[in-house]
């Protein structure tokens, strides 16, 4: 056992003595000794209940022969990090996740691994140190939130935290008054959970269990159900199942799981950030795994499913309705179904056993919303790595945009725009120098675009930026530009006024000046100076790639 450099022998009577004091018995020093890495906080509702999933892994750790230990890790709420300097930690704790993760594991020389997460950059942080080391590991997350109900003159209506960042936008225009957006906000929460919608944390749970990493159910069993619990205590018993089999995450995570994950991603119509995150799960798993691919697997993908923000469902409707493996079961035929699970079964035997239970939220092949994928990269003269946008929340009309630039190089000076009216019909709002290294930490904006929607002009102005967007955005927002402006991106070349061609059928950005134009703007430009000249942020913008790599560290 690898934990046997910590506790055997004579030379390591002194580690004993330590493990001693927290608890353990000389009995158990013959036993696996298996990590819980636990994302627990009292800050983000996604985690506030992870206490008691530890528990319930533990008693299966237990009953399967190990020895477990609970240790922790940070979680940022993107929630209430939004549209402040907190925002620019989000995706930098991603990296620290996966960092400390890794220290904690390595040091104690644990032979097996859990994975206690949720929300949005903590379920990635934590499968890039699950392939990263290799170790037997499953991942669980505390599942959904339930909806919110909200009661109004309009009656009864289902509700989540997107509901309130749009109602701001409507507070804004005079249409509903602040004491109605203090119901809402108090109600649109209604406790534990990752926010109900199909938003990043929830997209990222789902493509855990799609990819093979999670249990079936991991993806959209609610927060408080007691599935959960159960569920929590299979996992501690089938990680010693996998330590028993020497059955390693890259053994799971591969080309072909990968590719399963993006193909149930676009099925779902699920968060652009899934695109980030996903490939930085393959860099760290040794995946090669080009931008480009993901409009091959969205050609390919029906998109099925209609989820918030992009439809009136939420997670626990895809729950009752079968859940991802009844989504899996339906495109089944654009899936590698030899890919192995964590549950010793292949994705055969898995979508074999599942039953679509309600075809008003997972539509059939014959009866999908599109033959093509709810998320799609466009490449052009102003994205030349590639940007991304969820066309399943975009409208029609929205859908082939041509129209003048409104540039602004931040997130407040935009809002501020859009706030006071200057933002026009037509516009093609752009936010500039919020990218990796520019940001630095590519904050997600879903203070704009839910102003936007708020405000009834989601299907009038487009919004693109080198940053990223809240998987609870909907619209033609189109984010993770790239090259960034920063790295003087084309987008740093762009002006007010400047024509902006946006072809989401055809995968296309352009801004219409020549290629000569476009360079001689970027030569005349001055030299990038950094927003943050210490602490954590100017290291993480030192050493950040592209986001079209999935902003990970050179190494």
Same mark, same amino acid.
């Not at 008693?59 to 929630?79: L, M, Q, Y």
């Not at 704790?93 to 206690?116: G, K, N, Q, T, W």
């Not at 626990?316 to 010793?344: P, R």
């Not at 210490?534 to 560290?553: D, N, P, W």
């Given at each position: ?49 992870? $206490? ?14 190990? !020895? ?35 220290? #904690? ?44 109900? +909200?009661?109004?003159?309009?009656? =009864? ?6 509901? !309130?960042?749009?109602? =701001? ?51 959209? &069993? /609610? ?11 299979? #996992? ?12 390693? /995450? ?11 994950? +993006? ?24 995946? @090669? ?7 091959? &697997? ?9 989820? $918030? /923000? ?6 626990? @409707? ?15 035929? #654009? ?6 699970? =964590? ?40 994205? /030349? ?7 399943? %929340? ?11 630039? $409104? !540039? ?8 501020? %725009? ?132 999935? %902003? !990970?560290?050179? $190494?």
């Amino acid at each position: 056992m690898k934990s046997d450099a910590a506790k055997r022998g004579i030379e390591r009577a002194p580690h004993r003595s330590l493990l001693y004091a927290v608890g353990c018995t000389p009995a158990e020093m013959d036993k696996p000794f298996i990590g819980l890495i636990n994302s627990f906080s009292e800050i983000v509702p996604g985690h506030i209940h992870l $206490r008691e999933i530890a528990e319930a892994v533990k008693a299966g750790v237990r009953s399967g022969g190990g !020895v477990p230990f609970e240790v922790n890790t940070i979680a940022v709420c993107d929630g209430i990090a939004m549209n402040h300097p907190g925002m620019k930690y989000s995706l930098p704790s991603r990296e620290l996740i996966a960092d400390s993760a890794e220290i #904690v594991a390595e040091a104690h020389a644990f032979d097996a691994l859990v994975f206690i997460t949720n929300c949005d950059k903590i379920i990635p942080g934590m499968l890039m140190a699950a392939v990263r080391m290799n170790l037997p590991s499953i991942v669980i997350s505390g599942g959904p939130m339930l909806a919110g109900r +909200f009661c109004s003159d309009d009656g =009864v209506k289902h509700v989540d935290l997107s509901s !309130v960042f749009e109602a =701001v936008g409507k507070v804004a225009k005079g249409q509903m008054n602040p004491e109605e957006l203090e119901k809402l906000a108090d109600v649109a929460c209604p406790g534990a959970g990752s926010c109900s919608g199909m938003f990043t944390a929830n997209t990222m749970n789902c493509a855990t269990e799609a990819m093979g990493m999670g249990l079936v159910g991991n993806g959209t &069993i /609610p927060a408080i159900d007691t599935r959960r619990i159960q569920l929590a205590k299979q #996992v501690g018993r089938q990680v010693m199942e996998l330590l028993a089999k020497g059955i390693r /995450p890259r053994d799971i995570v591969n080309e072909a799981s990968i590719g399963n994950a +993006f193909a149930v991603d676009m099925a779902l119509g699920g968060s652009t950030n899934s695109v980030l995150h996903l490939m930085a799960i393959a860099h760290e798993a040794g995946v @090669d795994f080009p931008l480009s691919r993901l409009n091959q &697997i969205s050609q390919r993908t029906p998109h099925l499913c209609k989820l $918030r /923000p992009a439809g009136d469902y939420h997670l626990e @409707d895809l729950d009752a309705a079968g859940g991802i493996s009844a989504v899996m079961k339906e495109i089944k035929s #654009v899936l590698n179904l030899e890919a192995m699970t =964590v549950s010793g079964k292949s994705v055969a035997e898995i979508v074999a056993d599942s039953h679509l239970m309600d075809e008003k939220v997972i539509h059939s092949t014959s009866n999908a919303y599109s033959k093509h994928g709810g998320i799609c990269i466009l490449f052009g003269n102003l994205a /030349p790595e590639g940007a991304v946008v969820k066309r399943a %929340a975009v409208a029609p009309e929205m859908m082939v945009h041509r129209g003048p630039a $409104r !540039v602004f190089d931040a997130e407040e000076a935009a809002t501020a %725009a859009i706030m006071n009216g200057s933002v026009k019909s037509g516009d093609v709002v752009v936010i500039r120098y919020e990218g990796p290294k520019g940001g630095p930490g590519m904050r997600e904006m879903l203070t704009p675009t839910s102003l936007l929607s708020g405000m009834g002009m989601d299907k009038e102005v487009a919004l693109i930026t080198d940053g990223r967007f809240s998987g609870a955005t909907r619209g033609a927002a189109i984010g993770h530009v790239s090259p960034e402006a920063a790295s003087r991106g084309p987008i740093a070349a762009l002006r007010d006024g400047d024509i902006i061609k946006i072809d989401i059928p055809n995968y296309k950005l352009e801004i219409e000046l020549s290629d000569k134009e476009i360079a001689q703007r970027l030569a005349d430009l001055v030299e990038f100076e950094p927003k943050v000249t210490t602490g954590y942020l100017k290291r993480y913008a030192e050493q950040v790639c592209s986001a079209s790599t999935g %902003a !990970v560290f050179n $190494r």
